[in-house]
């Protein structure tokens, strides 16, 4: 084994770089390079196993199990096939992490797929739209109410029931393509080539001629457009309800809907589903990076705006950090109580007393750290690698130039790579320096430490007559950790251009937006989501329908936007012991979007809309037990707020001179 080699062996043993005082030689090694390189795959490879097919779909294409697995289910039974069963709901989560049809009487046909290989439509959810009979006089909260009673009375195992729509394109079917120049006698041909001759040609001109007066189009679908009726969505516990009794219970549910005389038809279908809540002194914090900071997608993790990724200094949960608040001349947080209490810490209220230990709080936990600083190593490597590509293409175009070979493009090309290659370099320096600050200033858990807990009320689901869930944490912040603090400000990060952002916070590009993307992606909060907002939404989908865009950003799913719906869903968890059961404000992912909108680690995150106002914490979703959701449920912020002014009288969600509270706020 080379030197090299015994040194990168040395590092890997602990998983950590060299000592501190030789950060800034080590960075700029091979061995660095080697270990950023091994850093990248790791996170590929980790990234691929979490499953493009899960147990289920291995299963049902084994060989000893595909003729019952290719078989239609006898219909008398009301059971769905396998193949139904598992690729139904295809497209809602990813990587086999969609919900498992048990039973449903909507009429549409689904078409099994033939082999692991086949095509698969790709089903969203759809918000329903607000013109519905049941979002009139309240007829959703009885008629899912009384699902509720039933299904409870039956001792069914009921995890959430829901008021949906869902969406899919059709393939087309296979066909000749019909010429689009057939009856043309080939003048505008001639014309073009004659435009070819041209020396100077205007292009902004031509453009222009081509693109004035003529409306944008959004990308074309390859396939038809289909959008279910809608459904009350019902999801049961895993392998606790067959399709023989879910049709039963069916047949009492569509008697009661039918008895209400709709002049809509509404299917009723039954999932396996599990709700449940998602699970995840030093230097100061850094203010949040510009649009085009090489590091914004990197620094918001470390930086003092809101959604901060947290967790018990004692504790492996990891959640995000809601919005900030004053009281008192101090400066607080707020998150959810499961973020940073173990189930063995019991359930009784929590105030800080100064004769105890503090509880103290960290940005990251180790495992979220570790692979923060991970994810740092890959990129550098990302950089390395295309500093290589560079270098190859601008040698093979200055050989090109000397040669004359294709001038002046070959030097303009040259001119461009070698410019880029400029880019490149310098954010390579700037990603060591950054790497060299993490394993100096923030490795240590102490470094990181940013306040500690001083309340938290039991959590209990079905609170006061609205039936929220309380899951409710206050967190005392450091000032010397935050003197870069801006306020409430939500960064939109970089995984979304400001281009994608606007498509998908307003589908009707021919009609002006209320979301303006803000300078820098940062979006200031203010203003506040009602209940009686909920029916009233002020912006439209690409039906034309009136909806509520919701902006959340998590430590898990990064900037994700979703729609609100405005039918409160029933949520019950279990637990050993237990139920906890409550009404939820139910965040559906954008429908033009594939993922989901939160997973593990994204509790506390808090959704606002278009312009900024704040409208509900994530707190949990459901899905048949993976990570990952296909609905997410969130308490509305206007209750966790009456809360929060109950213990602290007086707490203010802004601030009129940020730097002078900053200055009298104690150290």
Same mark, same amino acid.
């Given at each position: ?73 006898? /219909? ?70 009384? !699902? ?40 505008? /041909? ?32 390859? &396939? ?12 049961? %516990?895993?392998?606790?309800? @067959? ?5 039963? %219970? ?25 709700? +449940? ?108 690698? /295309? ?37 490149? =370099?310098? +954010? ?35 609170? &006061? ?22 306020? @409430? ?19 009707? !590009? ?12 940062? *979006?200031?909060?203010?203003?506040? %989501?009602?209940? =009686? ?46 139920? *906890? ?5 139910? !965040? ?63 707490? =203010?969600?802004?601030?009129? =001179? ?10």
């Amino acid at each position: 084994m080379s030197d090299s080699a015994d040194k990168v062996a040395d590092y890997t043993q602990e998983d950590s770089p060299p000592a501190r005082q030789d950060l800034e030689f080590w960075v700029n090694t091979p061995d660095f390079d080697y270990i950023c390189d091994r850093k990248a795959k790791e996170r590929a490879m980790a990234s691929s196993d979490e499953g493009d097919s899960s147990d289920d779909a291995r299963t049902l294409w084994s060989s000893s199990d595909s003729n019952t697995a290719t078989t239609t289910a006898n /219909m008398d039974s009301h059971e769905v096939s396998k193949l139904e069963a598992y690729y139904y709901y295809y497209g809602l989560g990813p990587k086999g992490s969609h919900p498992r049809l048990i039973y449903r009487d909507s009429a549409d046909e689904f078409e099994e797929p033939t082999g692991p290989e086949t095509y698969v439509r790709q089903m969203r959810l759809f918000g329903v739209p607000g013109h519905h009979e049941f979002a009139k006089n309240g007829l959703w909260n009885q008629v899912r109410n009384w !699902i509720e009673t039933f299904l409870i009375g039956q001792d069914i195992q009921v995890s959430s029931i829901d008021f949906v729509m869902f969406t899919w394109l059709e393939k087309l079917a296979d066909r000749e393509l019909e010429s689009e120049d057939e009856g043309e006698d080939g003048e505008d /041909m001639r014309a073009d080539e004659g435009q070819e001759e041209e020396e100077e040609e205007d292009i902004d001109a031509v453009f222009a001629a081509l693109t004035v007066g003529k409306p944008a189009k959004l990308p074309a679908e390859d &396939g038809k457009r289909v959008y279910s009726n809608a459904t009350i969505w019902i999801g049961v %516990l895993p392998e606790t309800l @067959n399709g023989a009794r879910a049709f039963e %219970l069916t047949t009492h549910i569509r008697a009661h809907v039918n008895g209400l005389n709709l002049t809509e038809r509404v299917d009723i279908a039954f999932r396996e589903s599990v709700a +449940r809540s998602y699970l995840g002194n030093g230097p100061a914090l850094y203010p949040p990076a510009e649009t085009n900071d090489p590091l914004q997608a990197f620094i918001d993790n470390v930086s003092a705006v809101h959604s901060l990724p947290i967790s018990g200094r004692k504790t492996m949960m990891q959640g995000t950090l809601g919005p900030f608040f004053q009281h008192g001349g101090e400066l607080y947080a707020l998150t959810c109580r499961h973020n940073l209490f173990m189930s063995d810490d019991g359930n009784a209220e929590y105030r800080y007393n100064t004769s105890a230990p503090k509880r103290d709080v960290v940005v990251m936990g180790k495992p979220a750290f570790h692979s923060y600083v991970d994810s740092v190593q890959a990129y550098i490597r990302t950089l390395n690698e /295309m500093a290589k590509t560079l270098k190859a293409l601008i040698k093979t175009l200055t050989k090109r130039v000397a040669g004359g070979i294709s001038l002046p493009t070959s030097q303009h090309r040259l001119d461009e790579n070698e410019a880029e290659l400029v880019k490149i =370099n310098r +954010r390579l320096v700037e990603f060591k320096q950054f790497y060299i600050t993490l394993s100096r200033k923030w490795s240590k858990l102490s470094d990181r430490i940013i306040g500690h807990i001083v309340w938290a009320p039991p959590i209990a689901a079905g609170v &006061g007559p609205n039936r929220f869930t309380q899951d409710l944490c206050v967190v005392q912040l450091y000032k010397p950790k935050f003197l870069a603090f801006m306020g @409430n400000v939500l960064s939109l990060g970089s995984e979304i251009s400001p281009e994608d952002f606007k498509r998908l916070m307003y589908e009707h !590009i021919d009609v002006p937006s209320e979301f303006k993307y803000p300078p820098h992606g940062l *979006l200031h909060m203010r203003g506040m %989501l009602t209940a =009686n907002d909920i029916n009233n939404p002020n912006s439209l989908d690409s039906q034309g329908d009136r909806i509520h865009r919701v902006i959340k950003r998590g430590f898990t799913t990064n900037t994700t936007v979703g729609t609100l719906s405005r039918f409160i869903s029933f949520v019950r968890k279990y637990n050993i012991t237990s139920t *906890l059961e409550s009404l939820e404000l139910a !965040i559906l992912p954008h429908e033009n979007v594939t993922g989901m909108y939160s997973k593990g680690g994204d509790s506390g995150a808090m959704g606002v809309s278009a312009t900024g106002a704040y409208v509900g914490k994530v707190s949990g979703g459901t899905n048949k037990g993976m990570d990952g959701s296909d609905i997410t449920y969130a308490t509305l912020f206007e209750y966790d707020w009456k809360l929060i002014l109950e213990e602290f009288p007086g707490a =203010n969600l802004y601030w009129d =001179n940020i730097p002078a509270f900053l200055a009298a706020m104690a150290d």
